[in-house]
């Protein structure tokens, strides 16, 4: 007889796989779109023009450069990565977190990160089979340093990520604290600074001083999310094993020529950021202005913020016409916490209304 489906699936498909959800993407059809930490800004038409010309001889049939030395670059300028510090690319940086559990991964090897923070780190543990340590951060969302460094002595760690600033919070953690965590850690550190443009605070300046940190880049934050590029940069005696794990063409030739055209209109970008920074100040201090609104502080270009009732606040908010998103806590640090992404002007005005609507 002719096993059922099913079965076969529960047989073959490992049970840590079986167990995970699905990466979740809510439809935004027709909302106010502040819920994945896009830049809302378009580039001026000369500029689109500009970009359409330069795409009209991409050679479609052709696979794209496997090593793209001119945009590595040109990112590593723009991103002010020390001289004789190494460059390597991912389709996103969500990919170079993979490549670097895909070249740890032993059973028993551990993936640590402060908790609350992203989720990829841990989904990409459990695909690579490796384990997961989550250390809770202080009350306050700082690290507990005493916490993470008693984990990092009994789990020992083979890579500790912390993103800078830290996402769903917001926050920098201190550089002191990150430094002992530096010296503490018997494998790699990374430095996940998707959130740079916003922060004004990094450690890329520090690479070669310690020969287990690495410090983690995106473009998706700064506008250019569609295009999926992340960079990882440090030494290059690390970044050849994980070149290892990398499948020969993860860079498309369309983000390829899309990214390095960018990069020579820099200033747009860094006007439009800019612009985020300025109301991510103005939309702060609104909410703050309204009654049983917590605020957290924010380095990046979102705020996390507590309602009393927060599935009702988001759900409301949804049905006038503005996604953001629910962190989905009933208990624990994030308990009734929404998170909000910056917008327009406009934008931001649309969603305070609606929120002041939801919370009255
Ligand atoms: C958004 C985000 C990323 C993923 O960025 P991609 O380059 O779009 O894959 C990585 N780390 C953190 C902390 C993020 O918030």
């Not at 079986?18 to 979740?24: A, E, F, I, N």
């Not at 359409?52 to 030395?69: E, F, M, Q, T």
């Not at 059973?107 to 989550?134: N, Q």
């Not at 002595?153 to 990150?178: E, I, K, M, S």
Request: proline residues 6%.
């Amino acid at each position: 007889m002719v096993q059922n489906i099913n079965s076969r699936v529960a047989d073959w498909i490992r049970s840590e796989i079986r167990d995970l959800s699905v990466y979740h993407v809510p439809d935004p059809a027709g909302l106010i779109k502040l819920d994945a930490m896009e830049n809302p800004y378009h580039w001026p038409e000369a500029m689109v023009e500009e970009w359409l010309a330069v795409l009209r001889d991409v050679s479609l049939n052709r696979y794209p450069d496997p090593s793209p030395i001119g945009l590595k670059a040109s990112l590593g300028k723009a991103m002010g990565i020390p001289i004789g510090q190494e460059v390597l690319l991912g389709n996103g940086s969500d990919e170079l977190i993979q490549m670097i559990a895909l070249a740890l991964a032993q059973p028993g090897r551990v993936i640590l990160a402060p908790e609350p923070g992203f989720v990829m780190y841990k989904m990409i543990a459990t695909m690579t089979s490796m384990d997961y340590v989550g250390v809770p951060l202080a009350e306050d969302f700082s690290l507990d340093l005493e916490a993470m460094l008693a984990a990092i002595g009994q789990h020992q760690p083979a890579v500790v990520f912390l993103a800078y600033p830290n996402n769903p919070t917001g926050n920098l953690f201190d550089r002191t604290a990150v430094h002992a965590v530096i010296k503490a850690s018997p494998g790699l550190v990374v430095m996940d600074e998707a959130y740079h443009a916003f922060a004004d605070d990094s450690f890329m300046g520090e690479l070669g001083k310690h020969n287990n940190l690495l410090v983690m880049r995106t473009v998706s934050k700064m506008g250019l999310a569609g295009l999926r590029l992340g960079l990882l940069a440090g030494p290059q005696e690390w970044l050849t094993q994980f070149d290892k794990t990398r499948l020969p063409y993860n860079i498309n030739v369309l983000t390829q020529v899309s990214a390095e055209f960018a990069l020579t209109h820099r200033a747009v970008l860094d006007r439009q950021t800019q612009q985020i920074c300025a109301d991510r100040e103005k939309l702060m201090a609104d909410l703050q202005m309204l009654d049983g609104i917590t605020t957290f502080p924010s380095r990046a270009n979102f705020i996390l913020f507590r309602v009393p009732q927060a599935a009702a606040v988001f759900a409301a908010l949804k049905e006038q016409g503005v996604l953001i998103k629910n962190m989905g806590a009933e208990r624990g640090p994030l308990a009734q916490c929404l998170r909000v992404t910056v917008g327009t002007e406009e934008e931001n005005a649309a969603f305070l209304r609606a929120l002041a609507q939801a919370i009255k």
